[in-house]
């Protein structure tokens, strides 16, 4: 039988909703699995230190990804299908709100799904959806053209402090706890989110500007003006077509 990998990119800065979102998507597909482009930070002591406020910096795309790690684990996944063994996610350490959705949006897009996969396989087919969640996920040009759907969901910069600031912090691939230093949101989060983001967007606009075709066919989503389970109808509703 066939294997037809299909990449779904879910991008967004930290506490957008990414990551929620992705796994809803993973109870409504058949087989699918996530991703998590956290778990490809450099060691802790490989972070570098931030050259004007002499802190750790975590966000900066340059440092914050190990990116021939996960581009070659990409690569791997999109061949086999198969995340391979010795990839390691953190995911699971790290504190996530619940934000559920309708079950009558859950069981129709599952049913619509698992249907379609038996289709696909009756073909010869089968098909695999990865998830691939993350906050630097339109950076780097390679991981782009591995996608095959690009979403990006948009949350307002207030939010998204108010929201950084309730998290208790962070776990590291080691187990440690990662704390937000002091200011940290404003001199390194949020610049670092503008600078790896303001050239896929109309006029460098991170807040208002539309996609500008640098990341192709990109989807944004606005996410305050939509509940999760609207945009998990929406994201499904363009998967189908996949």
Known sequence: MKTRVIFVGIGGATCSGKTTLAKHLRKILPGSVIVHQDDFAPPQELIPMHPEYNVQDWDSAEGAIDWPRMIRTLREVK????????????????????????????????????????????????????????????????????????????????????????????????????????????????????AAHSRMVEGGDVEHGQPNGAVPDLILIEGLEMKVGAMVERVCARLEEQ
């Open 79 to 194: 061949r086999t299908g198969i995340i391979p063994p010795e990839h390691y996610s953190h995911d699971h350490l790290n504190e996530q709100r619940d934000v559920p959705i309708e079950q009558d949006t859950f069981r129709r897009w599952h049913e619509t799904f698992t249907r379609i996969q038996d289709e696909r396989e009756k073909e010869g087919e089968k098909i695999i959806w990865v998830l691939v969640d993350g906050f630097l996920l339109f950076w780097h040009p390679e991981v782009i053209e591995l996608l095959d759907v690009r979403m990006f969901l948009r949350v307002p910069h207030d939010v998204l402090k108010k929201r950084r600031n309730e998290r208790h912090g962070y776990h590291t691939a080691e187990g440690s706890l990662w704390r937000d230093p002091p200011q940290y949101w404003e001199q390194i989060v949020w610049p670092a989110y503008v």
